[in-house]
């Protein structure tokens, strides 16, 4: 298994800024695409930003220009810089990693177990 620990959620008015951090651990394991995903109340889980080992990037539409994901590759963590931040990014933040599990090169998907952010004045 690999194991998740996400931090830096937490309470922002508009226009401010927010960076959520999650380092995966996991003997067996070789992390892949990191991912983050969101989800707001009575919504469907949707797709923030991704980014390869390699350092590629893909950003859902309503977040370019605001968001910023990196990732330090030797620690297995993935950051999300937010800002200008909006009340309708409102929502739980989910740390999602590919990893190939290096015994059956079997890929896995594993998430997080969120961590709220919300925007308001």
């Known amino acids: 298994q690999v194991q998740l620990m996400e931090s830096g959620g937490g309470l922002v008015q508009p226009g401010g800024s927010l960076r959520l951090s999650c380092a995966a651990s996991?003997?067996?394991?070789?992390?892949?695409?990191m991912g983050w995903y969101r989800q707001a109340p009575g919504k469907e889980r949707q797709l923030v930003a991704w980014?390869?080992?390699?350092?590629?990037?893909n950003y859902a539409d309503s977040v370019k220009g605001r968001f910023t994901i990196s990732r330090d590759n030797a620690k297995n963590t993935v950051f999300l810089q937010m800002n200008s931040l909006k009340p309708e990014d409102t929502a739980v933040y989910y740390c999602?990693?590919?990893?190939?599990?290096?015994?059956?090169?079997?890929?896995?998907?594993?998430w997080g177990q969120g961590t709220q952010v919300t925007v308001s004045s």
């Open positions: 980014i390869t080992s390699g350092g590629s990037t």
């Open positions: 999602n990693p590919n990893a190939v599990d290096v015994r059956s090169t079997l890929t896995h998907s594993f």
């Open positions: 996991g003997k067996s394991y070789k992390i892949n695409t």
